[in-house]
Nanobody, 121 residues
Framework: EVQLVESGGGLVQPGGSLRLSCTTS????????VNWVRQAPGKDLEWVSS??????NYPPSVQGRFTISRDNAKNTIYLQMNNLKPEDTAVYYC????????????????RGQGTQVTVSS
């Protein structure tokens, strides 16, 4: 059974940093694509990062500020978030098997319970 458990969210001031963790079970992080996605109030799910073959991928909105990494021995995925902005405020999820629907809505087969990130002064 695939399980994803996020932690590390919190309240941070603009320009601050947070590191999110995703503890996984039921699969091996080295053999599967794992994503970080987020959802702000009233908005659709948004892709934030993915790690494939050890390489991170990012949309322009977070490129240069966020870094995804993994600890293979712990089967854990991390998201280091620097220079946070108020628009980064959202619930962040670790997710697997994500794809866009025909209407361009992001859907993921597996998601954790999420961790709240709030960026505010």
């Amino acid at each position: 059974e695939v399980q994803l458990v996020e932690s590390g969210g919190g309240l941070v001031q603009p320009g601050g940093s947070l590191r999110l963790s995703c503890t996984t079970s039921g699969f091996t992080v080295t053999s599967d694509v794992v994503n970080w996605v987020r959802q702000a109030p009233g908005k659709d799910l948004e892709w934030v990062s993915s790690i494939v073959g050890g390489r991170g991928n990012y949309p322009p909105s977070v490129q240069g500020r966020f870094t995804i990494s993994r600890d293979n021995a712990k089967n854990t995925i991390y998201l280091q978030m620097n220079n946070l902005k108020p628009e980064d405020t959202a619930v962040y999820y670790c997710a697997k098997e994500c794809q866009y629907s025909p209407g361009r809505t992001l859907q993921c087969t597996y998601r954790g319970q999420g961790t709240q990130v709030t960026v505010s002064s």
